[in-house]
Structure formats: structure tokens, C-alpha cells
């Protein structure tokens, strides 16, 4: 009598080392933010030095398939609104972790710039991203905490006499927020021959921006940065 061989249970497809984990499990949640994140970090690398690269691009820099980029994002429009989500959120950090009243309105205005200014610089390409993939009303949704927070500055500098009063508090907030973003931009166009405009110089231009003495400007900055 001969015996019918079982056919062999095919051995399921070759493992792909960027496949994500079956849903349901802490273990697969956890990997999958992992995964996420590291799109979004390979993201803000790869299009901060070519705003026209691909999602294939991207997905290689962050050693995962394509196939799994559009696992957490649906394309290009929905990789940027993840960079700005998060951009959105360290604004608002940041934001919050300056909220408490200084006495002082210069001294206020530098503590803000200095703790935004990493969170700016790393999200820099979004200066250059932000209108054309996200839109204005994306980015004034962006930017509102920050410019909230400043234009309380400049109207109290201005009553406390720190701050030149030409300009209105919410025009002035506006023109040092372009101010800031342009010397962001300046990064990216190797403009600067270090590595690009620090937390300090930044402060100590919008402090100056506002109508404080230069001098005064740069002690108030360094005081700070020597005491953070």
C-alpha cells in the first residue's frame, strides 16, 4: 500500500526586515511608532537637503520598504503634515515652558528665543515646505503659540518702555517671526560660515529687532545662556 505524501505547508513569505508586526500587540505598537518615527526623522533629513525628493528616497534613508511608508502615510502631503504635527507640538512646548511672567520684557523675549530656537532649527525645512505642501492656514496653525506668547512680550515691553513702539505688538511679533525664519532660511543657503546662526545670535538680533540697545541686547543673551 503506498502512502499519499502530505503536501508541505508553504514556509509564508521571506521575512522583510521593515514589515511591521501584527496589530493588536504592545510589542507591534511600540515597533510601529518606532517605524513611524523614523520615517519622519529620514523625512526631515532627506527634504531638508532635496525638497524634491521621493517617498523611495526617504523610505531607503530610513532603511525601511516603500511599501511601508505608506503603511503610516498615505504620500508626500501626509508625510509633511506628520513633520508639522510635530513641529507643532515643540512649539507649543516650548511655548508653554517660557508662559511664566518675567518682570523683565527683554529678558522674557530672549528666554523664548533661546528655547524655540532648537526646535525651529530642526524644523527648519518646513520654512522652505510650508506654504507650498502645507498651506498658510496649516502654518498659522503651526506658529499661533509662538506668536501669541511673543506679541504678550512686545506689548508689555512696550508699557515697560524695553521696546520701541513705532510698530504695533502683533504687527512686530510678525516682522521678528519673518526676521527668525529668514535666518533660518540662511542655514540651508550656507550663508553662514560656521554652522549656521546660533540660539544666541538669534536672540540677541530680535532683542535688537525690538528696539533694545545692542549692547544691553548682548548682555541679556549671554546672562541667560550662561545661567542655562
Request: glycine share 6%; net charge positive.
Given at each position: 500500500?503506498?502512502?499519499?505524501?502530505?503536501?508541505?505547508?508553504?514556509?509564508?513569505?521571506s521575512a522583510d526586515p521593515s514589515a511591521e508586526p501584527t496589530a493588536g500587540s504592545t510589542t507591534g505598537s511600540a515597533t510601529r511608532t518606532r517605524t513611524r518615527a523614523r520615517i519622519l526623522e529620514a523625512a526631515?533629513?532627506?527634504?531638508?537637503?532635496?525638497?524634491?525628493?521621493?517617498?523611495?528616497?526617504?523610505?531607503?534613508?530610513?532603511?525601511?520598504?516603500?511599501?511601508?511608508?505608506?503603511?503610516?502615510?498615505?504620500?508626500?502631503?501626509?508625510?509633511?503634515?506628520?513633520?508639522?504635527?510635530?513641529?507643532?507640538?515643540?512649539?507649543?512646548?516650548?511655548?508653554?515652558?517660557?508662559?511664566?511672567?518675567?518682570?523683565?520684557?527683554?529678558?522674557?523675549?530672549?528666554?523664548?528665543?533661546?528655547?524655540?530656537?532648537?526646535?525651529?532649527?530642526?524644523?527648519?525645512?518646513?520654512?522652505?515646505?510650508?506654504?507650498?505642501?502645507?498651506?498658510?492656514?496649516?502654518?498659522?496653525?503651526?506658529?499661533?503659540?509662538?506668536?501669541?506668547?511673543?506679541?504678550?512680550?512686545?506689548?508689555?515691553?512696550?508699557?515697560?518702555?524695553?521696546?520701541?513702539?513705532?510698530?504695533?505688538?502683533?504687527?512686530?511679533?510678525?516682522?521678528?517671526?519673518?526676521?527668525?525664519?529668514?535666518?533660518?532660511?540662511?542655514?540651508?543657503?550656507?550663508?553662514?560660515?560656521?554652522?549656521?546662526?546660533?540660539?544666541?545670535?538669534?536672540?540677541?538680533?530680535?532683542?535688537?529687532?525690538?528696539?533694545?540697545?545692542?549692547?544691553?541686547?548682548?548682555?541679556?543673551?549671554?546672562?541667560?545662556?550662561?545661567?542655562?
Amino acid at each position: 500500500m503506498t502512502t499519499r505524501a502530505h503536501p508541505r505547508t508553504p514556509a509564508g513569505p521571506s521575512a522583510d526586515p521593515s514589515a511591521e508586526p501584527t496589530a493588536g500587540s504592545t510589542t507591534g505598537s511600540a515597533t510601529r511608532t518606532r517605524t513611524r518615527a523614523r520615517i519622519l526623522e529620514a523625512a526631515r533629513r532627506e527634504l531638508g537637503r532635496d525638497p524634491d525628493c521621493t517617498l523611495a528616497d526617504i523610505a531607503k534613508a530610513a532603511g525601511v520598504a516603500r511599501r511601508t511608508v505608506y503603511v503610516h502615510f498615505t504620500g508626500r502631503p501626509a508625510l509633511v503634515e506628520g513633520l508639522a504635527a510635530d513641529a507643532a507640538e515643540a512649539v507649543r512646548l516650548a511655548s508653554e515652558a517660557t508662559r511664566a511672567p518675567s518682570p523683565d520684557a527683554a529678558t522674557a523675549l530672549a528666554r523664548f528665543v533661546l528655547t524655540l530656537w532648537p526646535a525651529a532649527d530642526r524644523y527648519r525645512v518646513l520654512v522652505h515646505l510650508g506654504r507650498q505642501d502645507l498651506g498658510a492656514h496649516r502654518v498659522d496653525e503651526v506658529l499661533a503659540p509662538a506668536r501669541t506668547a511673543v506679541a504678550g512680550i512686545l506689548a508689555r515691553g512696550q508699557r515697560q518702555g524695553a521696546f520701541h513702539t513705532t510698530v504695533p505688538p502683533g504687527p512686530l511679533s510678525r516682522a521678528l517671526e519673518a526676521y527668525l525664519l529668514s535666518l533660518l532660511a540662511t542655514a540651508d543657503a550656507h550663508a553662514w560660515t560656521d554652522d549656521g546662526p546660533t540660539a544666541t545670535a538669534a536672540a540677541t538680533t530680535a532683542l535688537i529687532a525690538a528696539g533694545v540697545d545692542p549692547d544691553l541686547a548682548t548682555t541679556t543673551v549671554r546672562r541667560l545662556h550662561t545661567a542655562h
